[in-house]
């Protein structure tokens, strides 16, 4: 029996440890289904055991519970549940609340994914016990190190023991970092496995018909330049330390985006760090301005309604209201609360352009051959700007606007997944786990 444990804590973590869960599952499956002469063959294959633990790190409902829902992924069977803090506070919270789990259930490969804070606790926290720590989504640099994630990502890579990476840059900088070869492993993006498997289902989401932008029974709305049965919106997500707490930053942005919202409307599903600085900043002049409820319990000023977000799929009857609430909205970008997984997937999918600081998004949008424009200095995932349609544009106001006017004047830019974005990334790494822990459990 090989016991694994995989670390979730912050919204970025859960798309990327479901392909990994599911092809657990379905390798035992696969197993239990075999027919005789090949069950002997597979009878040497140890069995997996596997304990999810999430942080706790994300505990809100929109950034946390939506998503194991969206993404089929099992309830954790452990909750840290250790919430907000400082860096130091939550990162220490979660080695301290981990270490006894690892010690109860002794697994002989902690997986952490990404680079937030629980990914470093509990790969600091494992390397010490002597447990061995895989690192999905190992080698990515911005040579950023004002970048808490920078710090996440450089630390965690150099405790672990298998690193597995999604593009060609890692590996070449685990190589330069001096990292041995062979605990490298190039195996493509967990991140779009799920992106892939959940394409068709987010297609469906209401949330395109309750913001006004499907043109399908909706005669007053154009098509798409893009030639889409949708209309041309924008997207806009910023959550980054750098650029959200501090003001003249985010005010710059703003500034740009909420021009860009006069061509096109722009959506903004608002992270709550984000929503804090905003009104704290006095900058919500930036935001359309209505006292009306938007479809996700949402003020489009910004401010939450008590509506929950278990009535955010509420019918079409006031559909119409809506559409011209979006179109009214048009001078002003539209603040939307977090959406889950399939309802933000469906927005980005049919989006003319997306602005964001995000990492996952510039490979997302990559892959949907959406324009992304990244609102940062540096990017640590360079293959979406030279396979895909990531342009690094920085955080200067008209330097913004004018990235986002030439890409709305011009033909969308052929976007090109990098090697290995094929869907089958969680694949691979199981193999490889199951392979690695075989031959060390039988050394
Ligand atoms: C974290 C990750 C970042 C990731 C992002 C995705 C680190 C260092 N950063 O940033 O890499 O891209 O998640 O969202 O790990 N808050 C809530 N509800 C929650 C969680 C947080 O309201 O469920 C608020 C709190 O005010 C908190 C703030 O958001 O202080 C920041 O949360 P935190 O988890 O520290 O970092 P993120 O900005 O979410």
């Known amino acids: 029996m090989i016991r694994l444990l995989s670390v979730v804590g912050a919204r970025p973590n859960f798309?990327?440890?479901?392909?990994?869960?599911?092809?657990?599952?379905?390798?035992?499956?696969?197993?239990?289904?075999?027919?005789?002469?090949?069950?002997?063959?597979?009878?040497?294959?140890?069995?997996?055991?596997?304990?999810?633990?999430?942080?706790?790190?994300?505990?809100?409902?929109?950034?946390?519970?939506?998503?194991?829902?969206?993404?089929?992924?099992?309830?954790?069977?452990?909750?840290?549940?250790?919430?907000?803090?400082?860096?130091?506070?939550?990162?220490a919270e979660i080695m301290k609340r981990i270490e006894p789990v690892?010690?109860?259930?002794?697994?002989?490969?902690?997986?952490?994914?990404?680079?937030?804070?629980?990914?470093?606790?509990?790969?600091?926290?494992?390397?010490?016990?002597?447990?061995?720590?895989?690192?999905?989504?190992?080698?990515?640099?911005?040579?950023?190190?004002?970048?808490?994630?920078?710090?996440?990502?450089?630390?965690?890579?150099?405790?672990?023991?298998?690193?597995?990476?999604?593009?060609?840059?890692?590996?070449?900088?685990?190589?330069?970092?001096?990292?041995?070869?062979?605990?490298i492993f190039l195996v493509g993006n967990v991140m779009i496995d799920s992106l892939l498997q959940h394409r068709e289902l987010a297609s469906r989401s209401p949330l395109l018909d309750r913001l006004g932008m499907r043109r399908l029974g909706m005669p007053r709305v154009e098509m798409g330049k893009n030639g889409s049965s949708c209309r041309d919106y924008g997207v806009l997500t910023l959550h980054r330390p750098s650029n959200v707490d501090d003001p003249e930053t985010l005010d710059g942005i703003l500034r740009a985006v909420s021009a860009l919202a006069a061509d096109l409307p722009v959506f903004f599903p608002v992270?709550?760090?984000?929503?804090?600085?905003?009104?704290?900043?006095?900058?919500?002049?930036?935001?359309?301005?209505?006292?009306?409820?938007?479809?996700?319990?949402?003020?489009?000023?910004?401010?939450?309604?008590?509506?929950?977000?278990?009535?955010?799929?509420?019918?079409?009857?006031?559909?119409?209201?809506?559409?011209?609430?979006?179109?009214?909205?048009?001078?002003?970008?539209?603040?939307?609360?977090?959406?889950?997984?399939?309802?933000?997937?469906?927005?980005?999918?049919?989006?003319?352009?997306?602005?964001?600081?995000?990492?996952?998004?510039?490979e997302e949008t990559t892959v949907l051959g959406v324009p992304c424009l990244t609102l940062r200095e540096n990017t640590e995932r360079p293959a979406t700007v030279e396979h895909g349609s990531n342009q690094v544009v920085g955080v200067d106001s008209d330097r913004i606007l004018a990235a986002a006017r030439s890409i709305l004047s011009s033909p969308a830019r052929p976007s090109q997944r990098p090697p290995l974005w094929d869907g089958n990334a969680a694949r691979r790494i199981v193999a490889i786990l199951r392979e690695h822990l075989q031959h060390n459990d039988s050394a």
């Open 15 to 91: 798309m990327k440890i479901a392909p990994i869960v599911a092809e657990l599952k379905k390798a035992e499956l696969r197993k239990a289904g075999l027919k005789k002469p090949e069950l002997k063959k597979a009878k040497n294959l140890p069995a997996i055991e596997h304990c999810l633990v999430h942080s706790g790190q994300h505990y809100d409902e929109l950034l946390s519970g939506n998503f194991f829902a969206d993404l089929g992924l099992p309830q954790p069977d452990v909750n840290l549940q250790v919430g907000s803090g400082s860096h130091a506070v939550q990162t």
């Open 102 to 183: 690892l010690l109860d259930f002794k697994p002989q490969m902690v997986l952490v994914v990404g680079d937030v804070n629980s990914t470093l606790a509990a790969a600091l926290t494992a390397a010490k016990l002597g447990i061995g720590v895989a690192h999905i989504e190992a080698g990515l640099r911005s040579f950023d190190m004002t970048m808490p994630e920078e710090i996440n990502r450089k630390l965690t890579d150099a405790v672990s023991s298998l690193l597995f990476v999604t593009e060609q840059s890692g590996v070449e900088n685990l190589k330069r970092e001096g990292v041995s070869p062979e605990k």
């Open 271 to 362: 992270h709550p760090r984000t929503r804090k600085k905003i009104e704290s900043f006095g900058l919500q002049r930036y935001l359309a301005r209505s006292t009306e409820t938007s479809s996700n319990g949402t003020r489009s000023n910004g401010t939450r309604s008590n509506r929950t977000s278990s009535n955010r799929t509420s019918s079409n009857r006031t559909s119409s209201n809506r559409r011209s609430r979006a179109e009214r909205n048009h001078a002003g970008i539209v603040p939307l609360d977090p959406l889950g997984y399939l309802d933000f997937l469906s927005l980005n999918d049919r989006a003319r352009i997306v602005l964001t600081d995000s990492g996952g998004i510039q």
